[in-house]
């Protein structure tokens, strides 16, 4: 059975993947030049953010950091289908960015919902054992 792998490694690559397909937009296409920059800027920040998310202090700043990649995710897949709208002799190119991008916004998606139920999950408890410990004090 092999490893799954990690958001990290496969938002690394498709960072990497990114900046080659920009590349090839500068050199063979007449897109503005600041619709390719926003990709970029959106494609590589994913895998930034989830480095960031490395060193998170807490389940609900881990949960915040996942969900700043996911919107990464999301703007990134937006610029993709606008540059493959408008330069349609790139859908080569861009089809396997857009997969890639789909999967990472669904795993990332589910993941920052199980984040953020926990770190609910756990302020309830937490809630819930100082209002018992105040009811027991007061009896």
């Not at 397909?21 to 897109?31: A, Y």
């Not at 408890?125 to 004090?137: D, E, H, I, K, R």
Request: positive net charge; glycine residues 2%; hydrophobic residues 45%.
């Amino acid at each position: 059975m092999s490893v799954p792998e990690s958001f990290q490694s496969r938002s690394f690559r498709l960072s990497l993947e990114i900046l080659k397909f920009f590349r090839l937009i500068l050199t063979t296409s007449d897109l503005p030049r600041h619709l390719a920059t926003q990709m970029l800027r959106a494609g590589t920040a994913i895998g930034a953010n989830l480095e960031e998310a490395k060193s998170a202090y807490s389940r609900r700043d881990l949960a915040a950091k996942y969900a700043i990649s996911l919107r990464e995710g999301r703007e990134c897949h937006y610029w993709l289908r606008l540059i493959k709208a408008d330069q349609p002799q790139l859908s080569e190119a861009i089809d396997p960015l857009l997969d890639e991008c789909n999967q990472l916004i669904a795993m990332l998606t589910t993941t920052v919902r199980k984040l953020r139920a926990a770190a609910i999950a756990t302020t309830v408890t937490s809630v819930l054992l100082l209002l018992t410990s105040g009811f027991l004090l007061l009896t």
